[in-house]
Structure formats: structure tokens, C-alpha cells
């Protein structure tokens, strides 16, 4: 039967030793006798014991072992390295966290203690309480690795600086980890400043190219991806459209995706329910689908702006378990900036106002709510960290920085004060090198399909002018052209699935794209251009632009009055707020 009474060890001595005494201690205890101080001290480590029973001479011994054991067991199995450093420099202990790091760095920790020790010294210990004399902290680097120590000071009896106790830990991780969200923030910041001079000295196809780079070359400086890409939220259709992609295959862009919980990939997960996830393996992760057939792991983050989803940012990597926890939430703060830059370009093109100051108000606003939010959360962590004042300097750059940000947007926007129209078409017979030549045209808007047919008629062309994606691939199937002519993004279908539709049915029918300020939401003109995209023109466009590269497409020699038609495209039925620009090389996507 097991002994459930309480366990007591006994030091055999002149007193504990007498057998009354062990036989009276035994009728009510477990008892453990042992004879020497060694054998107590070994049974004590191995051993719980409830009591301890010793004469009083021996008992101050074994006291003194045994609290200089459980203080040893402490300090070796706590995580940092401690040592008792004297005036000399010599280590009079150490535990054994300290004795695992480099002798360089011991030496070091050495050096920096005696340093603590002289500015002990040096404010005056033996005037005074000693205990208002605070702790010393201290970093040092060595090689790839940062460390910091906290110093503490031991007085003897003349209240001098006797020893100096170190603590060290290794702070790389910390250290790396406060690099790079400095470096996700300045990044972002990038992100969402848009040079106005820089900018206006672009042409329009290269304005989302300068944006495209920069989010690439962001994103492989920080979370150091092999292969990533950003798909956009269709509202309208509720598809994850490709709109910057870096190293994925065709066939991984070819995939359709919806904002679905189920059925549509770890994107469509994101995109659905706002959650980030990371995907440790993807041979055995069921939400995976498609993307590399190399790829072993990928972590995907919403691109979130006022709450609201606007697309899903995804990275994917060769390594199984290539991301943890610090890299999402790297990934969440970048997808934040990410989504600012993106929406920023957005307004600047989708929005169809008659004068640019009306678009820069209107930019302005939209980005006020996620500005303010900014401004927001730093002021309220500049509370919380009162007495550190570099972390404090840090979050009042950003609030400065929010300013200039909402500066650049105005100076963006806004441009010249001019109202762009579209302008007298020219009147009276023009030559009909364009007769017999049948001419498909797609847009959403009323008026750009009004005056690119009106156009093209004056020169003998048949025109068939669609409103839709849809529509205009239904006649494709139906019907033969000579060209066409399709904006990219319109409703049910984008501009690369009706350039390969024409292709499909109409072999190598001539196709031309058009966007605005180079906007291209599906990436229709990058993997167009590599199928053989003839042209691409970027709105708002002169009709002179317009015929020439119609021309060009149909190889045709242009007629003597095709210059004389200047009239100007624009982007809808009110037009653009922004110069009036023009190009045909399809690399500026």
C-alpha cells in the first residue's frame, strides 16, 4: 500500500542521530536518514521532500548548499546570460546561457560592465540613496547579431562599486524585426507619394508601369517572395481580376477566382472573409489551388482600404513553410500601402469629371478617411509611449508625412485648369481608304463608340460598335473584321478575352486596346502585347492618333486630310480631367 504520509530528511548528528529520536520522527513521517551533508544535498536534487530535520550546527552548511543550488538551477535555466563581473574584469560567475554565446562576445560583455562600472562610479554612490541610482542599458553588435545588456551595481560596505551583475540576451530578432516595419514604412510611404513632377513627365502607359515597379521591387526587397501577383475586386462580377503579377505561369493567370469562401482558392478565401492566411504546405492544404507547380508554400493578405476589401495580395515561395506570423503582418501593413497607391490610381482614372479641380476634391476626399485613420492610431501611440522619444520621433514623421501625402494627391490630380471636350469632328468628304473594310468597336461609353465609328466611317468604314465584352465576343463568333478596336475594361469580359476571341476565330486579325492613363486593371496589354497585340491607345486620345495607328494595323497609307482631324477622344461622355496624351507602345502597361 502506498505511504501517503509526508516525507521528512534527516542529517544524522549528535541530536538527529540517536535512535529515539529517528524512531519518534518515523511513526508519524517518511523518513530518509543520511550521515554526511553531501549525501543530503544529492537526495534533495533528486528528491521532494516536505521537511529537512538537522542539529543546528549542521544545518547552516546545508542551507547554504542548498540555496546556492536552487539559485544555480534558476539562473541557469532562465533564457538570458547572467554574469557577476569584478572591478578587475574578472567573471566571477556566470550562468550557463553567458558561457554559450562566442568569446568575442564575452569579452565584450566584459568590456561594456567595466564601462557601466566607471559610470557608477562616476555619479557619486557613496553620497547619497544608492538605490535612486537606475540601471545601465547597454547594445552591442557582433558580426550579423545584436545584444543588449541591462547593468546593475553591488556596493560593499564603503559603499564603493564592488561588482557589476550583467544580464544579456540576444536582441537580433528584435532588432531585424524594428528594421524591417521601418522599412515597410518608408516603402509605403513611397508607395503613396506620387511626385507630381515625376509623374507628369510620363507618358500614360508608363504612369501604372512606375507604379507596377515599384510594388514589385518593394515586395521582393521585403518579403522576399520567388513569385507573387495582385488581383483586384470586380464589385460588379465579384472576380479576383490579375492586375500586377511577378514569375507566375500563364496557366496560374488564366485561373478564374471569386470572392467565395469555398471553391475559389486561398484568394477567394481572403477576399471573402478579410482574413489573411498562410498556407504552410501546399500539397497538403485542401483551399490550394493552381498557382506554380514548384511552389511548396504561400501566405495571402487582404488589401484592405475604409474596412473594405479591394483585392488580395499573394505571395508564394519554393520552400515548404516559407512564412510565419511576423511575415503576415509585414504583408498586412504593406497591403495596406499597396491598396492606398492602388486606389489612388484608380480615382486618378476612373473618375469622369469635367474639370480637374473637380477630381482633385474628390481624390482628396476618398483618401481622407484612410489618412485621418493614420494620423489616428500614430497620435494614439504617441501617448502610450511617452519617455520613448525615438519611438515617438518615428510616429511624428508619420503623422508629418500624412500632409505631404494629401499635398501630392492635390498636386497629381489637379494638372492644368482646362476642360477636355470632344472637340468638332471635321466636316466634308475625306478620302475612303477605309472602304470595304469592316471595323468591330467595343466600349462601355456612349460617346467614345459614337465618335471612334463616326470617325472611321468618314474614311469608308463599316462599323459595328458594341457596348460590352459580351456582346462584342458574340459577334466575333458571328461575324468576320478587318479589325479590332476594344477598350479593356468593360462589363462581362475584358480587353485580352476579346483579343483572344478575335484570335480564336479569326486567326491573326489585326487587334488594337484602348485604356486610360495607362490603367490596366485584367493585365490584358502585357500578355496581349505577347501575343501579338497591334497597338494600344491611351485615352484621352487625338483622332489623328486614332487613324494612325488604325492605319498602321491595316497597313494602309494615310490620306493627305487624316492630320487635319484634331479632335480630341476623351474618357466618357464629360471627359477627363488631365492633358491631353497619346501612345501606341504597348510596353507601357
Not at 72 to 90: F, K, Q, S, Y
Not at 393 to 422: F, K, T, W
Request: aromatic share 6%; net charge negative.
Amino acid at each position: 500500500m502506498h505511504d501517503e504520509r509526508p516525507r521528512i530528511l534527516v542529517l544524522s548528528g549528535r541530536v538527529t542521530g540517536q535512535g529515539p529520536v529517528v524512531e519518534e520522527l518515523s511513526r508519524h513521517f517518511r523518513v530518509d536518514v543520511f550521515e554526511h551533508v553531501d549525501e543530503a544535498m544529492s537526495a534533495l536534487r533528486r528528491e521532494m521532500y516536505h521537511a529537512v530535520f538537522a542539529d543546528v550546527g549542521d544545518f547552516l552548511p546545508l542551507e547554504r548548499e542548498l540555496v546556492g543550488e536552487r539559485s544555480n538551477m534558476v539562473l541557469n535555466t532562465i533564457g538570458e546570460g547572467v554574469c557577476v563581473i569584478d572591478a578587475d574584469g574578472r567573471c566571477a560567475f556566470s550562468n550557463a546561457r553567458l558561457r554559450s554565446f562566442n568569446g568575442e562576445v564575452i569579452e565584450k560583455v566584459k568590456q561594456i560592465s567595466l564601462q557601466a562600472r566607471s559610470i557608477f562610479e562616476s555619479q557619486g554612490l557613496g553620497h547619497g540613496d544608492p538605490s535612486q541610482v537606475r540601471c545601465r542599458k547597454f547594445t552591442m553588435q557582433h558580426n550579423d547579431r545584436y545584444y543588449e545588456l541591462m547593468c546593475s551595481h553591488v556596493l560593499d560596505r564603503e559603499r564603493r562599486v564592488r561588482q557589476v551583475v550583467s544580464i544579456v540576451w540576444d536582441a537580433t530578432s528584435g532588432r531585424r524585426l524594428q528594421q524591417k516595419i521601418d522599412a515597410i514604412d518608408a516603402a509605403g510611404r513611397e508607395l503613396a507619394r506620387l511626385d507630381p513632377e515625376e509623374v507628369m513627365k510620363l507618358q500614360p502607359g508608363q504612369r501604372l508601369q512606375f507604379l507596377r515597379d515599384k510594388i514589385i521591387r518593394y515586395s521582393k526587397d521585403l518579403m522576399h517572395f520567388d513569385h507573387f501577383a495582385i488581383r483586384l475586386l470586380d464589385r460588379r462580377t465579384n472576380k479576383l481580376e490579375v492586375v500586377i503579377a511577378e514569375g507566375l505561369p500563364p496557366e496560374a493567370l488564366e485561373i478564374d477566382l471569386y470572392a467565395q469562401p469555398e471553391g475559389n482558392g486561398i484568394s477567394g478565401y481572403v477576399a471573402a472573409t478579410g482574413r489573411s492566411y498562410i498556407c504552410h504546405d501546399t500539397e497538403k492544404d485542401p483551399r490550394y489551388v493552381l498557382g506554380l507547380s514548384h511552389c511548396k508554400s504561400s501566405l495571402t493578405v487582404p488589401l484592405m482600404l475604409y474596412e473594405k476589401v479591394l483585392g488580395v495580395y499573394n505571395i508564394e515561395s519554393q520552400t515548404v513553410g516559407a512564412f510565419n506570423e511576423d511575415d503576415r503582418q509585414f504583408a498586412e501593413i504593406f497591403g495596406r500601402y499597396v491598396a492606398m497607391a492602388l486606389n489612388m490610381l484608380d480615382l486618378l482614372v476612373v473618375e469622369r469629371y469635367t474639370t480637374t479641380g473637380q477630381l482633385a476634391d474628390n481624390v482628396v476626399q476618398e483618401m481622407a478617411h484612410p489618412l485621418n485613420d493614420i494620423v489616428t492610431e500614430a497620435q494614439s501611440l504617441i501617448e502610450e509611449y511617452i519617455g520613448d522619444d525615438n519611438m515617438r520621433h518615428r510616429l511624428n514623421r508619420i503623422v508629418d508625412h500624412v500632409e505631404s501625402i494629401r499635398q501630392s494627391v492635390r498636386d497629381v490630380a489637379s494638372g492644368p485648369r482646362s476642360v477636355l471636350g470632344q472637340g468638332e469632328l471635321a466636316k466634308g468628304p475625306a478620302e475612303q481608304v477605309l472602304a470595304g473594310r469592316r471595323i468591330l468597336v467595343a466600349d462601355d461609353e456612349l460617346n467614345i463608340r459614337r465618335t471612334i465609328a463616326e470617325v472611321l466611317e468618314r474614311y469608308g468604314a463599316q462599323v459595328t460598335a458594341c457596348k460590352d465584352g459580351y456582346e462584342a465576343i458574340n459577334m466575333i463568333d458571328q461575324e468576320s473584321y478587318d479589325l479590332i478596336l476594344s477598350d479593356i475594361k468593360m462589363p462581362y469580359r475584358n480587353g485580352y478575352e476579346i483579343f483572344a476571341a478575335a484570335r480564336r476565330r479569326l486567326g491573326e486579325v489585326p487587334v488594337m486596346l484602348m485604356t486610360g492613363f495607362g490603367y490596366d486593371p485584367h493585365h490584358s496589354i502585357v500578355r496581349a502585347s505577347q501575343e501579338g497585340l497591334s497597338s494600344v491607345l491611351f485615352k484621352p486620345f487625338k483622332v489623328e492618333q486614332l487613324l494612325e495607328d488604325v492605319f498602321a494595323a491595316l497597313d494602309i497609307e494615310p490620306p493627305g486630310d487624316a492630320a487635319a482631324d484634331g479632335a480630341e477622344a476623351g474618357d466618357g461622355e464629360h471627359g477627363r480631367g488631365a492633358a491631353s496624351t497619346s501612345s501606341s507602345d504597348p510596353a507601357g502597361s
